[in-house]
Structure formats: C-alpha cells, structure tokens
C-alpha cells in the first residue's frame, strides 16, 4: 500500500527560484529516497538519506530528515526550466520485505523560464 | 552504470490477448519488481522477485502473473488482457544484500488494450 503523501501535488516557479517539495511517511525505516521522473519515463534515483541522517546535499539537491516527526523534504536551489518533472519520495521500511520501497503519489513540479 | 531495459516502449494489444512484457538489468540484481503507474494513483507494485523462480505478489496482483527463470530477465503476464489494464508499466531492480541501494528502473511500456 502506498504510505508516503508528498505536498504539495503540484508546484509551479520561475527559473532561479527554489522549490521545495515535502514527503511524510508512516512507519519506521532504514531509509528515504527521492526519485525524478521525466513525463513518459522511468523513475531515476536522486538522493538516498539513511534514517541516522538528518541532511544531505547533492549539487542543487539538499534533503532532510526528520524521524521523530516521520517526514522529509527535498530542496532545489536555483531551479532550470530542465527541472521540470515529477519528484517521488520512496521510503525503505524496517520490516521491509524483499527489498521494496513504498512510493508517494508525487509532486509535479513545473519550472516556467 | 545499471541498466534495466523493457522491451517495448510502446505496445498495443486486444482485449482477451495474453501480453508478455519483458524486463532485463545488467547487473547481477537479486530483487526485480513491476509496478503499473496511473494518474492519480502513483506507482502500484503488481509482484517482485528476490531470487530466480521466487516471487511474491504486490499490491496488485490480480490479472497478472511472473516469470523470472534467469536472474537478470522478469517477465509480467497479462493472462487476459482487459481494458483496465491500460497503463505504463515500469521495472526496476535492486542490490539485495545492503540494504541502502536505491531501485533502478527502465524506461516503461506504455501498454494501451483496446
């Protein structure tokens, strides 16, 4: 079942502004990542933040965590029209089985120029 | 790099046809999985693999069934395909033995049942 909610749905900024996109889950995990996807194909992985983690940064990518209160964000600085895409959380949970990840629903971001 | 190739991008079949659609990685991952994505409703997983010729149903598995004999290649059946199950389908693979290993997916079929 899906457990991640991602806020908001849907984000639309200028080029240069920076957009940040938030992901709450449910259940304890190992770890939390966040994916791109480009319209009308696959995800690609960004970032991964293990649970003793509180910040990572990855170029223009800085994501927090913040178990006690079951919830992250993703960070873009200085945001390009190539940016646009859709922005998943996935979280890794402790009793995981079989390696699956839990996907949010999303945040369709849109980078006017 | 990983790389998880799907065989068709694009695909259109008929209702009641049996559809096979083909996934295959490169790098020697244990856990395979298939999702079906629709709007609305982010990314469902229909079954996974964690070992060749093992399987487990997602959340989803009605209407479909898995193949995975060799361990790069995991195939999703449509035993008879309905209307409903159109829909891009996604793969994707995953290093089993540590666990802080993200997925790798394919690019998706985009499988339209008239």
């Known amino acids: 079942s899906q457990q991640g909610e991602e806020d908001p749905q849907a984000l639309s900024i200028q080029e240069g502004e920076n957009a940040t996109m938030n992901c709450s889950y449910k259940t304890s995990i190992n770890n939390l990542q966040w994916y791109r996807q480009n319209s009308g194909r696959g995800l690609v992985h960004l970032i991964l933040?293990?649970?003793?983690?509180r910040e990572k940064h990855s170029g223009r990518l800085r994501v927090t965590l913040d178990t006690s209160k079951k919830s992250s964000s993703l960070l873009i600085t200085a945001s390009r029209a190539a940016d646009t895409a859709s922005y998943f959380c996935a979280t890794d949970h402790i009793y995981n089985q079989g390696g699956k990840l839990i996907f949010g629903q999303g945040t369709e971001l849109s980078v006017k120029p | 790099d990983v790389k998880v190739t799907q065989s068709s991008r694009y695909l259109v079949k008929r209702t009641g046809e049996k559809v096979f659609l083909e996934c295959v990685q490169d790098?020697?991952?244990?856990?395979m999985f298939w999702y079906r994505q629709d709007p609305g409703l982010g990314l469902r997983l229909i079954y996974f693999s964690y070992d060749v010729k093992m399987k487990e149903k997602g959340d989803i598995p009605e209407g479909y069934s898995v193949s995975r004999e060799k361990k790069e290649r995991f195939s999703l059946i449509l035993e008879s395909a309905s209307t409903n199950q159109t829909s891009m389908y996604l793969c994707a693979s995953r290093y089993l033995k540590n666990s802080n290993q993200p997925q790798h997916f394919g690019d998706g079929t985009r499988l339209s049942i008239l």
């Open positions: 933040i293990r649970s003793n983690e």
């Open positions: 790098m020697d991952h244990e856990n």
